[in-house]
């Protein structure tokens, strides 16, 4: 059967969110469809409902930070069950049979599909995916704050595995907002030396708070000096550009700046210190179905979650505004007050 979902679209860039119905469809046989409970409002959202990477489909309905219960199975899904709370992020489907599905990286699926591409988001009653990307919340994980990890959280844990970041390490990292909070959080229960540079001094006592043994001020050139040659691995999450050549003499020998902000310019590197340290330049996406369990299983045993605020979603468009404002502290959540 066909389910008619409620939403929130916009019916052009930087429009206004109006109440939206469409009709879903056949559930597919390795689709679930899942009862929203709770939404994260994200950047990524604000620069789709702009149209800020020309590839927005309107009516949009955004959305790609999703808590719910499953309310409905294909025929062939496996792993998830009707009544189970599970989130879903970016992703909501990909090939899985590609040579990088099959080698468990699918957040590199070349054809995978993007949660509010091309289809409609979780600002709505009800959101369907493929099983595979249903991430099932383990027991200590709290479901009104969850939303954030599947976009904002996995974002930054997933350099955490992919690069091996070690207990030793001494790790930075660069913007101490919806993503860099959940770094320094997830790096401190890792065990390494964290330090947090910043270009905000007000930011300073909430970093150490976060879990940053140490603050930089980034546009501080005699501060940048003193830790010269120090750092393992430097974590970027800010989508401006930065003095890169100063992040790079703070690497010691073999250390890596990996950017997980999508800085709109060319990032202008030396070669010559990068060959004589052997450092490197880096980047990545989302992280695939297994780096999301493997992120809510140490957000359960750590106790870690989104420092958020939250809004009824009904109030959707104040959300947006205050996000677009630079406002939030640090994530947003809708909770769906829309009938499921």
């Not at 008619?4 to 109440?19: C, D, G, N, V, W």
């Not at 999703?66 to 025929?75: L, N, R, W, Y």
């Not at 595979?132 to 919340?137: E, I, K, N, S, V």
Request: aromatic residues 6%; neutral net charge; proline residues 6%.
């Amino acid at each position: 059967m066909s389910t008619t979902i409620k939403a929130y679209a916009a019916e052009s860039a930087k429009a206004p969110l109006k109440p939206f119905e469409y009709e879903a469809g056949e559930l597919g046989d390795e689709h679930v469809e899942i009862a929203v409970t709770h939404c994260g409002v994200c950047h990524s959202d604000l620069s789709m409902l702009d149209n800020d990477w020309g590839m927005t489909a309107y009516p949009f309905v955004p959305g790609h930070e999703v808590v719910g219960k499953v309310v409905a199975v294909g025929d062939h899904v496996k792993r998830v069950k009707v009544g189970q709370t599970v989130g879903l992020g970016w992703t909501s489907e990909s090939c899985m049979h590609c040579h990088q599905c099959l080698s468990g990286n699918h957040n590199l699926c070349p054809t995978s599909e993007g949660t509010i591409v091309h289809r409609h988001g979780g600002f709505a009653s009800r959101v369907r995916c493929h099983w595979a990307w249903a991430a099932p919340l383990p027991e200590g994980v709290d479901p009104s704050k969850a939303g954030p990890l599947f976009c904002g959280g996995i974002t930054v844990f997933n350099p955490i595995l992919q690069f091996g970041i070690k207990p030793t390490d001494t790790v930075g990292v660069v913007g101490i907002g919806g993503l860099g909070h959940l770094a320094l959080k997830f790096l401190r229960a890792w065990g390494c030396d964290v330090v947090a540079f910043t270009s905000s001094e007000g930011k300073r006592d909430e970093a150490l708070e976060l879990g940053a043994n140490r603050v930089v001020n980034s546009r501080d050139s005699a501060a940048l000096g003193k830790v010269a040659s120090s750092f393992d691995f430097i974590l970027s999450t800010v989508n401006v550009s930065l003095d890169w050549v100063a992040l790079l003499g703070a690497l010691a020998p073999k250390g890596r700046l990996h950017t997980v902000g999508a800085v709109d310019k060319p990032i202008a590197l030396p070669a010559f210190p990068m060959i004589a340290g052997q450092k490197s330049l880096s980047g990545s996406p989302l992280g695939s179905p297994s780096s999301v369990g493997t992120m809510l299983g140490f957000c359960a045993r750590h106790k870690i979650a989104p420092t958020i605020e939250t809004f009824p979603m009904s109030r959707v468009n104040d959300a947006i505004d205050h996000l677009r404002a630079g406002k939030a502290r640090y994530r947003i959540v809708l909770e769906n007050d829309l009938p499921v």
